[in-house]
């Protein structure tokens, strides 16, 4: 999982955020859409709503359009019918990517994605191709003005968490860490952690990597050029990468 962490800031790079802010109910509620369709309207049962939701809720959503994408899932609203699918390959500098969307138009959007890679000078993989190199987690980013680190890891810990790991301690405002779990406890995670009075930022079920691979340089600018195209793709929700760009290169790009 080297060079995650390292990650979480870059892909929260604010000039990144503030311009995808527009696209984020949209996916949401696609998801939440997805979701009910799948399993269910009820999040207690549900998981993959349960997280559709809670990603929601992170965006500021309002309650009112979370109920009315249920609704459409439910009952299978016309124009509506999306269905997730995922893109894996190899970016510049060897980075191994995953792809995940949610679309209504496969042709369409495999060939918006595949056009991407080749743009970069990338390859698309078959269906596992890099898989292997990320494992699913749970994933919850908690914040805390009073509650140290050796407190944050105590809590998460107790509450049934895998690991514990620093995403921006060194922030005055308010000090990160990203809480891991098992895919199947991170319902019981996330309420245990919300009950302890944390403060709840970005969670989800993510692909973290196992296995990463240094990318630099002029490498490493072009990789992030690569992933910022992925993501401005109406279609795509989420891009995970392997990717491990040094502190010196990182500051250059920021």
Not at 27 to 52: E, H, P, Y
Not at 86 to 109: K, M, Q
Not at 120 to 147: L, Y
Request: glycine content about 10%.
């Amino acid at each position: 999982m080297a060079g995650h962490n390292k990650w979480s800031k870059i892909k929260h790079r604010k000039a990144v955020v503030d311009k995808r802010r527009g696209k984020a109910w949209t996916m949401c509620a696609r998801a939440i859409i997805v979701a009910a369709k799948q399993g269910g309207g009820d999040a207690n049962f549900n998981i993959s709503l349960r997280t559709a939701m809670d990603d929601a809720r992170y965006y500021n959503m309002p309650n009112d359009n979370i109920e009315r994408a249920i609704k459409k899932g439910l009952g299978g609203g016309e124009g509506d019918d999306y269905v997730p699918v995922r893109y894996e390959g190899y970016g510049p500098g060897g980075a191994a990517l995953i792809v995940d969307a949610l679309t209504n138009n496969r042709t369409r959007t495999a060939g918006d994605i595949r056009l991407i890679f080749t743009k970069h000078e990338s390859k698309m993989g078959v269906s596992g191709a890099v898989a292997h190199q990320f494992d699913q987690r749970g994933r919850i980013v908690v914040s805390s003005k009073t509650i140290n680190g050796d407190a944050i890891f105590e809590a998460a810990v107790e509450a049934g968490a895998d690991d514990v790991r620093a995403v921006d301690t060194d922030s005055e405002e308010l000090p990160s860490w990203e809480v891991l779990t098992a895919p199947e406890r991170y319902t019981e995670v996330l309420a245990k952690l919300k009950a302890a009075k944390l403060s709840i930022g970005e969670t989800g079920i993510d692909m973290l990597p196992n296995l990463s691979v240094t990318v630099a340089g002029q490498l490493a600018k072009d990789l992030l050029e690569m992933i910022d195209a992925l993501e401005d793709n109406d279609d795509v929700k989420k891009v995970y990468t392997n990717a491990d760009i040094p502190d010196a290169d990182l500051a250059a790009l920021e």
